[in-house]
């Protein structure tokens, strides 16, 4: 069973940086890519930031230029670098793996909260 831990989220001021971690239980075979999503209440979850197997990596729009997203196979772990800024960036960040084998398959971890106050 695989199982997602997202750390590092909290309450950090407009323009604070934060950085996210996701660390996963066991090797994951067959990663199609690994992405953090995040959902505000009210709104749908949205997708921030994908990277593939392979490293190339893809943005959402409203974060491109202050989000950072990297891995580190050798620790099972992948990252997000936030620069924040908008109060929109408040919400609760996902940690995703997306897997093909026979059947695609996703795993998600339990979430963490960002808040980005005065």
């Known amino acids: 069973q695989l199982q997602l831990v997202e750390s590092g989220g909290g309450l950090v001021q407009p323009g604070g940086s934060l950085r996210l971690s996701c660390a996963a239980s066991?090797?994951?075979?067959?990663?199609?890519?690994m992405g953090w999503y995040r959902q505000a209440p009210g709104k749908q979850r949205e997708l921030v930031a994908i990277?593939?197997?392979?490293?190339?990596?893809t943005y959402s729009d409203s974060v491109k230029g202050r989000f950072t997203t990297s891995r580190d196979i050798a620790k099972k772990t992948v990252l997000l670098e936030m620069k924040t800024r908008k109060p929109e960036d408040t919400a609760v960040y996902y940690c995703?793996?997306?897997?093909?084998?026979?059947?695609?398959?996703?795993?998600w971890g339990q979430g963490t909260q960002v808040t980005v106050s005065s």
């Open positions: 995703n793996v997306h897997q093909r084998t026979f059947f695609e398959t996703d795993y």
């Open positions: 990277i593939f197997n392979g490293g190339t990596t």
């Open positions: 066991r090797t994951v075979a067959s990663i199609i890519s």
